[in-house]
């Protein structure tokens, strides 16, 4: 499946869509295949093999159940908030930018710490695609190689990431995504800046 070798998503461009169980709301930042191209609601699971975006938690209460799926919860704004996953796992997402892996089918429900919270989801297929997070300080220049039917997701926590070179150079703030692609063969993507960076790696399932 070929891509184009960068995609860019402001914080500003971030599709406001309800939750699927109705109870909230998120920001779709981007899915693959986009939900947005193809005309399908962005809570259609069925639909998307990966999808990035950021819900805005201001009551205690359920999430919404994603039969298939893994996801992954880091948290961006707030006090912090504590998950209970079924059966009988209890967590909680806590400043900096505290995260959790789980299966989406799992009955899970959120609790706040200390008033509203933004919270990262990254949420992919698991029948389709393999995925490897890191949270990680980003000073100076570091590279990044894209192969084939794999992808990277840069997501900037804080401060800010210029990605590629030279006059494709492009500068990204706190809140703003790209994800690198490959062209015809494995792709090279220069990444330097000063802050902190959420990187995912998204590879085709074995």
């Not at 169980?21 to 191209?37: F, L, V």
């Not at 990035?52 to 996801?71: K, N, Q, T, V």
């Not at 707030?78 to 806590?94: K, N, V, W």
């Not at 926590?157 to 070179?165: P, S």
């Amino acid at each position: 499946m070929s891509v184009a070798p960068v995609i860019f998503c402001p914080a500003q461009a971030a599709r406001r869509v309800r939750w699927r169980n109705g109870a909230g709301w998120t920001r779709e930042i981007m899915s693959w295949p986009s939900t947005e191209a193809t005309g399908e609601s962005p809570s259609a699971a069925s639909m998307w093999d990966w999808r990035i975006s950021i819900a805005d938690i201001e009551c205690d209460g359920p999430f919404s159940s994603f039969a298939g799926i893994e996801r992954e919860c880091l948290l961006l704004r707030g006090e912090g908030l504590r998950l209970q996953i079924e059966p009988g796992d209890a967590s909680a997402l806590l400043p900096p930018f505290g995260r959790r892996r789980f299966d989406g089918e799992a009955a899970t429900s959120a609790s706040l710490i200390d008033g509203r919270v933004e919270v990262l989801n990254l949420m992919w297929r698991r029948d389709r695609i393999r995925a490897a997070s890191w949270h990680r300080p980003l000073v100076g220049t570091m590279v990044v190689f894209v192969d084939p039917d794999s992808r990277w997701l840069l997501h900037v926590l804080a401060g800010h990431a210029y990605v590629g070179d030279g006059e494709a150079r492009v500068l990204l703030s706190a809140g703003d995504t790209a994800c690198l692609g490959a062209s015809d063969g494995r792709t090279r993507h220069a990444l330097d800046g000063g802050g902190e960076i959420y990187l995912v790696r998204l590879d085709p399932a074995d």
